[in-house]
């Protein structure tokens, strides 16, 4: 029912209703770049990868390599705390497989090694793909302990993932919950991160759903949606045109204690509807963490 195999620094992951890849060598983290198949529809994520992890930040300019060009980061400062860009730059995760009666899980793990001035370095990151028999869709999680304290520490990734397309050839429309949908033909110029469809965390206005989608053209058009569990969670958001449509999203940007651990959790996968993802994030909302060994899995709202 499901069925993993190894071979060449991917792991091969099929369920009844998904099938995907992940490498663990190279361009690493999440689910590989257009190997998420809906079997029911037979749709492919155009994608650069799925809930890819990259480095982790903190406020203000620096005299460092975050660079300050505008259209890719925007006018909104920031300065690295450890790196490297885990999905570029690591090159190989430790991992391990688990294997239930009716679940699978991959674990991935790394511990940053290229500190910011004046940060140490040893963060420990870890990330968990849970895939389950009976939906179109993987639960994940990460969490980061901190090898430094840090007035407002963050971390960024891809959610779902970077969109792929050439004029709005890949999609028909995208969705943000906080936003509304939005047509292809906004993304046909390259624009900043924070001059559309921006979004900056408002502690007195958390939004009800954390959700950002793109309805696929192919068969019965699926939508591919990324779903932050905990909506006060994510700090800012991107959706921009940068070649591609970006969906970087960033996490925690609150005080951090050296030896805490921060995070959170997702779903990734298809739906046919936005009502239909509206359901499944109301079934899970608030879900911050998830515990698995081969026995069985606990979906859980806080960190242990």
């Not at 450890?82 to 793990?109: F, M, W």
């Not at 840090?150 to 429309?173: E, S």
Request: contains cysteine; glycine residues 8%.
């Amino acid at each position: 029912m499901l069925h993993w195999q190894e071979s060449d620094g991917l792991i091969h992951i099929e369920t009844p209703h998904l099938k995907a890849a992940i490498r663990t060598e190279g361009y690493v983290s999440g689910t590989m770049a257009g190997t998420l198949v809906d079997k029911k529809t037979g749709a492919t994520d155009p994608s650069f990868g799925l809930h890819i992890m990259d480095f982790l930040l903190a406020p203000g300019w620096r005299d460092d390599a975050y660079h300050r060009d505008r259209l890719t980061h925007g006018n909104l400062p920031k300065h690295y705390v450890e790196g490297p860009q885990i999905c570029t730059r690591a090159q190989k995760l430790d991992y391990t497989v688990i294997s239930g009666e009716n679940h699978l899980a991959l674990k991935q793990r790394f511990t940053f090694h290229q500190p910011g001035e004046n940060y140490e370095t040893g963060s420990r990151w870890e990330q968990t793909l849970l895939f389950l028999p009976d939906t179109r869709y993987y639960l994940s999680c990460e969490t980061i302990t901190s090898a430094n304290t840090v007035d407002n520490l963050f971390y960024r990734i891809d959610m779902p993932g970077h969109l792929k397309h050439d004029r709005g050839d890949t999609f028909h429309q995208i969705y943000l919950s906080y936003h509304g949908t939005i047509g292809p033909e906004s993304f046909h110029a390259d624009f900043a991160p924070d001059d559309r469809f921006f979004y900056a965390r408002n502690d007195a206005q958390i939004p009800e759903r954390f959700i950002r989608a793109h309805q696929l053209r192919a068969s019965s058009a699926p939508w591919l949606a990324g779903m932050t569990l905990d909506p006060s969670a994510p700090c800012e958001a991107w959706c921009h045109q940068r070649g591609y449509v970006c969906f970087i999203q960033e996490l925690h940007r609150r005080p951090t204690q050296k030896g805490e651990t921060i995070g959170a959790a997702y779903v990734v996968g298809y739906f046919d509807t936005i009502e239909d993802m509206n359901r499944t994030y109301d079934r899970f909302k608030g879900i911050n963490h998830i515990s698995v060994d081969d026995k069985q899995f606990t979906l859980l709202n806080e960190i242990l």
